[in-house]
Structure formats: C-alpha cells, structure tokens
C-alpha cells in the first residue's frame, strides 16, 4: 500500500465494465454515457397491432408512471437490487390509443439497469432515465433507486459498529483520496488513508451520501500504514455502486476513526468525489495522447472539420482547452485524474508528494 503522506499513483485494471443492453440482448450506451442503441425487440418494426387501418401512424409513445422511485434490498452482504414495471402507451394519428410495451425496443444507457417489456431491474442507487422505441418513435421516463445501508468489510469486531457511531470527540483528515478527485470505475481496490491521532484507533467508517438517492456505511478495520495514518480498502462491490449515482451529482465521503476501550473517536471534514463512467485503460489513453500532442507543440484537432464523436475524443478535447498534461515522471505533481461525470469531461488535479 501507498504510505500514508508519502506518493499516491491512481492505478487500476485495465479490463472494460460491461455495456448496458437492451430487449434482444443487443449492446447499447457508449463510454461516457452516449445514446442507446438499436437492439432487435420482439417483433419487427412494423405497425402495431390494431393500428387503424392503412394511413394510420403511430404518433408519440407516453411511458408511465412518468416517474417513480424503487429502494434497493439487499440480495448478498454487498449485492441490491429492486424492481419496477413501466407501461408504453401509443398514441396514433387517427386519435386512438393503445397499449405498445410487447412491441417496444426498451433501453437505458446505464450498466446498473436492465429493461426488457417494460420491467426494469436495477442493482445500484441513481437517477435513471428509460427508453421505449416503435418504429423510431420514443418515449421516455425516470427511474430513482436508492439505498440506505450499513455493509461490514471483513471480521470486524461486534462492538465497532456501536462504537464508531458513537458522538466524536474530535477532528481528523482524510489523506487520500483528494477532495475533488475522480475515480474510474475500475480503480479497485480504492484505499481511503485517514490520519490517526491515537495507534489505538484500528476500526474505521467511511460515510458515503449523495442527495436523497444513497446513504452507505462501510465499517472495516482501519489497517496501519506507515507514519501516523491508517488505511481501508474499499472493494469493487462497494465502489460499483457509486458510478451511477455520480452521474446526477457528486459523492460526499465523511471518515471516523475509532478503538476499543479508551480509543479516542474522530471524524473527518466532508470531501466530495465522483465515479467516471469510463475505464482507466479509455481515460490513460486519452491523456496519453493529450499530452503528446502539446510535447509536440501542436494542438489537437478541432473545428468543424473534426467534431468530438467518443468519450476520449471529448476528454481530450476538453483537456486541450483547460490545462496541459505533463506525463514526464519529473512532473507529476499535479498531474489530472479526468472523466465523463453527468456526460461531461471533470479533471481534478492529484498533489503528490
């Protein structure tokens, strides 16, 4: 593990999350959140059954309950899920309406959400938004799931629950990761350094909120690391659920320290993250050839002549406009962490010692 006040690299695995997919299995939704795709429903894309006769269009679809909210349960210790039914309602130019769902192409853009006739099944807290097509017609809806939890992370002893919710008795700092960072999805483990002011204090709870849609505590041994601070790794499972919720606003990480016996409990100011929805491997690359590009003296393209039309195209562009990239190892400090955030290019800048 990183020490504690010592250097921090943001690294992690280079495979790709899965993309979302839509009814027929087809996959949807580029990196950085783009539009869903296409993927075959049941039927064609012919005229719905009962369309009026010849002449008679389908005009606008209306997918109900335009908005509703699910709480998420839990399925494992560190696994939820929730359910919720959506109607598509077509409305044909010759005035009538009729019910469309078995005919409609459903999707979402989001890894979290699987839709198919109608019925959604979503596994992480967020907004989300619902798609239901025929014959190029679409009609959308929202979908809330939130969660409020408690998880515990490895043997832990039965009394630091009760114990690290107790009143704190003072301050501390959260060390790693920074205020403003962004995290790509899969940076696992994600190691949160907190500073110590007792070695007495080994049981930590790391608070995660975000609006009305997440309350998580994670409570774990807070394993030493080198100086006077300690160390949790959080796992995927835990990590996963954030992305989504990170695309309507940022995450709120407030951290305690505490012990047995006369171990002193203190807790850390609030610092705000968010998850990208784009890998490492997509962000590096990008950055990569940011910084390529200015070592060479030359921006890179723009204009009408070549729109951004990927997730790296617009991070790069984004990062050609705002700062430029320093890869050479002399030059690390204050080298970015960048992602799409709520579909935008976020950079945060890393201060490494």
Sequence with gaps: MAALFGTALISGCSSKPLAPKVDGGADVGGAGG??????????????????????????????????QTVTLAATSATSFSATARFTAMGHFSDGHDEE???RAIWS????????????????????????????????????????????TGGSLDPAAAAALDGVPAGPTQIAYPLGGAIVPPNLT??????????????WARLRFTSGNVLDLSYYAACQTAAGSGCYVDLPAEITQLFVAASESQDITLVARVGGPAAATL????????AWSNV?????????????KSHRRG??????????????????????????????EPARLNGALVCGLVRHEPRCASLALA
């Design 108 to 151: 979402s853009a989001a890894a979290a959400l699987k839709i198919a006739a109608g019925r959604a099944t979503i596994s992480a807290p967020g907004t989300f938004a619902v798609t239901a097509m025929v014959d190029g017609v679409v009609g959308t809806a929202t979908l809330i799931a939130t969660l409020e939890t408690a998880v």
């Design 298 to 327: 030359r921006r890179p393209e723009s204009g009408p002549e070549r729109q951004p039309h990927t997730a790296v195209d617009r991070l790069r562009d984004a990062a050609a406009a705002m700062i430029v990239v320093a890869i």
């Design 279 to 291: 890998p490492r491997s997509e962000l590096s690359a990008g950055m990569a050839a940011e910084a």
């Design 189 to 202: 483990p994600l190691s949160v350094h907190v500073a110590r002011t007792s070695p007495a204090q080994s």
């Design 34 to 67: 783009g539009s869903a795709g296409q993927g075959g429903g049941d039927g064609g894309d012919g005229a719905p059954d009962g369309g009026g006769g010849a002449g008679v269009s389908l005009a606008a679809i209306e997918v109900t309950p335009a908005s």
């Design 100 to 102: 469309v769902s078995a």
């Design 266 to 273: 203190v807790e850390s100011a609030a610092i705000r993250l």
